[in-house]
């Protein structure tokens, strides 16, 4: 029997969230579970892909429920027929544990989803947005199933989120009007109390440098036109083989999140040359940690990070080194940038998140449950 709830105000909510341990999906779900805690809100989290690190497992274990699907990842799938079972799996998670609300971090797992429950779907990415942004064409063939498993899943959903305002417009233009959507900013709880108190050096760029969309090739190559080293944190070999080889520029391979963060703090510059991202989660820890930002002139970036950072046309090597070795020559302007990235970062913190994200939880799950209680 689900639970009568009388109190709108201090409502309890719990809600059913996917989650993967590859990308910065695990980031969001993490950072918000933490933040919405005070809010009454608790979580059953159902991990699909790769298994988490001991160490995820521990966080995600201290803040809800954990679930291991063994399922694949839609990007990771080599065809639909594999992601077939998660829609009915997950209605049965969200029934035996009488969550008031399901929250689903690809579109993909809202497609054929039976449930009476409201159902939030967030896109952090997907590959038909990867190809328009990075390739500047729709899925090729093998790919192309991605489009319309996606919009039937955006179909399916009572609420769309997008984590910027650019990659909502990026939705829009691949799967064409998107009814209820909204933009709830990414964030993140990285405090400015963490960035390194001694002098800083170096540059650091942090991504998944065997996706071509972090263009880690334009860093490697400004590497050999820096005066500063470049250090290189993330992984370079991907789940499906996909491998970058690191020839001038430092490798610091993967590191934990709290290690990335003192390696942000310690910086002198934070450098990204992303054809595509979402929301950039990386840049926005190293701007909360008072480090300057040199950024490709991309619309997300754009967005969030306009009159804040010095911006580089993406594939411009020698572009990157010229801002990067201003910066490192120009000790006020690189106190004025970093300055003004971290008052930007202010405006991204897991508290407004939590707030916003709350918002939407009740917009849906309030209604359903005084219809339930009555």
């Keep these: ?7 709108k105000a201090l409502a309890p909510l719990r809600v059913l969230m996917t989650l993967d341990a590859v990308g910065g999906v695990w980031r969001f779900g993490m950072d918000l579970a933490r933040a919405l805690a005070p809010r009454n809100v608790t979580f059953v989290f159902a991990i699909v892909g790769p298994p988490p690190a001991d160490e995820q497992q521990q966080e995600a274990e201290a803040l809800g429920e954990v679930i291991h699907l063994a399922e694949p990842l839609d990007w990771l799938a080599q065809a639909e027929g594999e992601l077939a079972h998660i829609p009915a799996r997950l209605a ?41 942004a990075v390739r500047k064409t729709a899925p090729p063939e093998g790919w192309q199933w991605h489009t319309g498993l996606n919009r039937r899943g955006i179909s399916r959903a009572d609420v769309v989120l997008a984590p910027s305002r650019s990659h909502a417009d990026l ?21 400015p109390n963490i960035a390194h108190r001694g002098p800083r050096e170096g540059v650091i760029a942090v991504g998944r440098w065997w996706d071509e969309a972090k263009n880690g090739a334009v860093l490697d190559a400004v590497a050999l036109r820096t005066t500063s080293r470049l250090t290189l944190i993330g992984s370079t070999n991907g789940p499906n083989g996909e491998k970058f080889n690191i020839r001038n520029a430092l490798e610091a391979g993967s590191l934990s999140h709290a ?3 003192e390696r942000m703090g310690q910086a002198e510059v ?20 008072r480090t300057p930002l040199v950024l490709a002139d991309i619309p997300t970036y754009r967005e969030v990070w306009d009159s804040a950072a010095l911006f580089v ?7 990157y080194a010229e801002a990067i070795e201003r910066l490192l020559s120009e000790r006020q302007l690189r106190e004025i940038l970093a300055q003004l990235a971290s008052n930007r970062a202010t405006r991204f913190t897991p508290v407004r998140q939590a707030a916003a994200m709350r918002a939407v939880y009740d917009s ?5 449950m005084s219809m339930n209680a009555g």
Excluded: K
């Design 1 to 7: 029997m689900r639970r009568r709830r009388t109190d």
């Design 92 to 132: 049965d998670i969200a029934d035996r544990y009488e969550v008031d609300l399901i929250h689903l971090n690809a579109p993909t797992q809202a497609a054929g989803l039976e449930t009476a429950r409201p159902v939030v779907v967030m896109s952090h990415s997907c590959v038909p947005t990867w190809f328009q």
């Design 171 to 191: 939705m829009v233009a691949t799967y064409g009007a998107i009814r209820n959507l909204r933009v709830v900013h990414n964030a993140t709880g990285a405090a």
């Design 259 to 261: 290690e990335t963060l």
């Design 270 to 289: 934070f450098v990204s040359p992303s054809l595509y991202e979402p929301f950039g989660l990386a840049a926005l820890e190293a701007a909360a940690c």
């Design 313 to 319: 046309p993406p594939n411009d090597p020698a572009a």
């Design 364 to 368: 849906l799950a309030l209604p359903a």
